[in-house]
């Protein structure tokens, strides 16, 4: 069935420094793509989605491109901030909605 | 616009007890998703509600129920609480052409 495989964390990285957290989905066609984003004691926002393969969707400095030959979303930042700490999550919509189990970011000034 | 409102925001039970979460979808969207996060996991997927009706439900036992009222509001009920459904339940809404769920803050339901 339908399912989203996404980094295990935690994930721990200097201010400044390049992140990726990768994500790979398995579904029938072509789904719609998401990353959202649950900062401490919040509910899950979105950050950014691509509907189409080789969309690129971007959104406060973090990228990610649909990626149909390797059934991929890998969502980028150049330069991390303190205030990107949070849980991020790779989600699909095909017959409906399937979430990965979510990669904790931690940034330290 | 108003998003996706839940409530209450912290609920706190005992085991065997009746829990009711509420969740307000934003205005024009017609499809509800409620969603447990227990902590240290990802989501799970509890229920979906279109136009009224349960479209699917997840792997969840049949004391987890709900509905969904013709203003679109929907209600998240846990019968005979147990210690392990202590988690934040998340509502999102969707609108019915639209691909992107819209999610609220959360009810945090702690059993005792």
């Known amino acids: 069935g339908d399912s989203v495989t996404q980094m295990e964390g935690p994930v721990t990285l200097s201010e400044e420094a390049f992140l990726t957290i990768n994500c790979t989905y398995t579904?029938?066609?072509?789904?719609?793509l998401f990353w959202y984003v649950q900062y401490p004691g919040e509910g899950l926002q979105l950050l950014l989605k691509?509907?189409?393969?080789?969309d690129k969707g971007s959104n406060k400095g973090f990228e990610a491109t649909y990626r149909k030959e390797t059934t991929s979303f890998h969502l980028e930042k150049g330069s991390v901030q303190v205030s990107d700490s949070a849980v991020y999550f790779c989600?699909?919509?095909?017959?409906?909605?399937?979430f990965g189990t979510g990669t904790s970011l931690t940034v330290i000034p | 616009e108003a998003g996706v409102t839940q409530s209450p925001t912290h609920l706190i039970k005992t085991r065997g007890q009746q829990a009711t979460l509420r969740c307000s979808p934003i205005?024009?969207?017609?499809?509800v998703y409620w969603y447990q996060q227990a902590l240290g996991l990802g989501l799970q997927f509890l229920l979906w509600?279109?136009?009224?009706?349960?479209?699917n439900r997840g792997n969840f036992p049949p004391r987890f129920s709900g509905r969904q009222f013709p203003n679109y509001s929907s209600e998240l009920n846990v019968n005979a609480l147990e210690l392990e459904d202590s988690a934040l339940y998340l509502c999102?809404?969707?609108?019915?052409?639209?691909?992107?769920?819209?999610f609220g803050p959360g009810t945090r339901l702690t059993v005792l």
């Open positions: 691509a509907t189409k393969a080789d």
């Open positions: 579904a029938t066609g072509y789904p719609s």
């Open positions: 989600a699909a919509l095909g017959n409906q909605f399937y």
């Open positions: 205005s024009g969207h017609t499809s």
């Open positions: 509600y279109d136009e009224g009706e349960e479209r």
């Open positions: 999102a809404s969707k609108w019915r052409g639209g691909d992107t769920q819209y």
